[in-house]
């Protein structure tokens, strides 16, 4: 499984920007897909998930500003994210994970940055 990320850059904060992420199979054959951050010194950390058949889930710091969405046509996993602010400021990943016989498989993207100057 292939993910390819794209759509980071430098932003003034209160401004907008759209992360897309490209997925190599089909959403079906997921679990779980979204988006996680890291910003230097920090751990990494959830964004936005959307569990295949179930619920979309936020981290309490992005909720009412950033939206997740997936494209089925397309393969795509979107980040729409509004109002950013300077600790928006990370790299962003793109990630998914698929149930198997063995227990849970992790699939990652190569990462992007996200700049909000203050």
């Known amino acids: 499984v292939q993910l390819q990320a794209s759509g980071g850059g430098l932003v003034q904060a209160g401004g907008s920007l759209r992360l897309s992420c490209a997925v190599s199979?089909?959403?079906?054959?997921?679990?779980?897909m979204g988006w996680y951050r890291q910003a230097p010194g920090k751990q990494r950390e959830l964004v936005a998930v959307?569990?295949?058949?179930?619920?979309?889930n936020y981290g309490d710091s992005v909720k009412g500003r950033f939206t997740v969405s997936r494209d089925d046509r397309k393969n795509t996993i979107n980040l729409q994210m509004n109002s950013l602010k300077p600790e928006d400021t990370a790299v962003y990943y793109c990630?998914?994970?698929?149930?198997?016989?063995?227990?849970?498989?992790?699939?990652w993207g190569q990462g992007t940055q996200v700049t909000v100057r203050g």
């Open positions: 990630g998914a994970d698929q149930l198997t016989a063995w227990g849970t498989r992790d699939y």
């Open positions: 199979i089909s959403f079906h054959s997921l679990n779980r």
């Open positions: 959307i569990t295949d058949g179930g619920p979309t």
